[in-house]
T-cell receptor, first 115, second 116 residues
Framework: AQTVTQSQPEMSVQEAETVTLSCTYD???????LFWYKQPPSRQMILVIR??????QNATENRFSVNFQKAAKSFSLKISDSQLGDTAMYFC????????????FGKGTHLIIQP | DAGVIQSPRHEVTEMGQEVTLRCKPI?????LFWYRQTMMRGLELLIY????????DSGMPEDRFSAKMPNASFSTLKIQPSEPRDSAVYFC??????????????FGDGTRLSIL
């Protein structure tokens, strides 16, 4: 079984600042995927970014990027030039590679962007 | 393209009643997942299907919970009888997976269930 840990229950930054959300995981799998999902107050679950464990290059999506440290089992999310619309819960999630297994989620980080 | 469609969006019912939550996955997706979100336990996987077959239901909390997927475009999650501790947001998600590779899961908007 795998576990996902998000150690920051809540973070608050000013608009336009850069913020990094932490995530660590524990698994014995060698092939897997990691995800960050955003959940705004509307409660939608929105995929932010995805990382495949066998790829060494860190994934980026516009203002969002990850720092994937496989040996340390760390997967942090960096949000650059933060915007008010980034205010949301952010969940880190793990999924074994191949097959059709479900996601294991962390407890989430509540990110607040202050004007 | 339509995303994952869940109904109802909200459900309020009295303890002991039967509750049925519905999900239509994205067309062409072969995996379907049911999750539950509560403040205490966060997001938990309840059950998932691949090609309409239940693969792992170890997350289903009790025998009061059951799920079916009669065809590729429809799934239900049923609670009978319902209890106040079943109050939560229930999400359905779907993805397109193969043995070698899986794709990101796309979530519906969830059903907020309140059992009085």
């Amino acid at each position: 079984a795998q576990t996902v840990t998000q150690s920051q229950p809540e973070m608050s930054v000013q608009e336009a600042e850069t913020v990094t959300l932490s995530c660590t995981y524990d698994t014995s799998e060698s092939n897997y995927y990691l995800f960050w999902y955003k959940q705004p107050p509307s409660r939608q679950m929105i995929l932010v970014i995805r990382q495949e464990a066998y790829k060494q290059q860190n994934a980026t999506e516009n203002r969002f990027s990850v720092n994937f440290q496989k040996a340390a089992k760390s997967f942090s999310l960096k949000i650059s030039d933060s915007q008010l619309g980034d205010t949301a819960m952010y969940f880190c999630a793990f999924r074994p590679g191949g097959g059709a297994d479900g996601l294991t989620f962390g407890k989430g980080t509540h990110l607040i962007i202050q004007p | 393209d339509a995303g994952v469609i869940q109904s109802p969006r909200h459900e309020v019912t009295e303890m002991g009643q039967e509750v049925t939550l519905r999900c239509k996955p994205i067309s062409g997706h072969n995996s379907l997942f049911w999750y539950r979100q509560t403040m205490m336990r966060g997001l938990e996987l309840l059950i998932y299907f691949n090609n309409n077959v239940p693969i792992d239901d170890s997350g289903m909390p009790e025998d009061r919970f059951s799920a079916k997927m009669p065809n590729a475009s429809f799934s239900t999650l049923k609670i009978q009888p319902s209890e106040p501790r079943d109050s939560a947001v229930y999400f359905c998600a779907s993805s397109s997976d193969t043995q070698a590779r899986n794709q990101p899961q796309h979530f519906g908007d969830g059903t907020r269930l309140s059992i009085l």
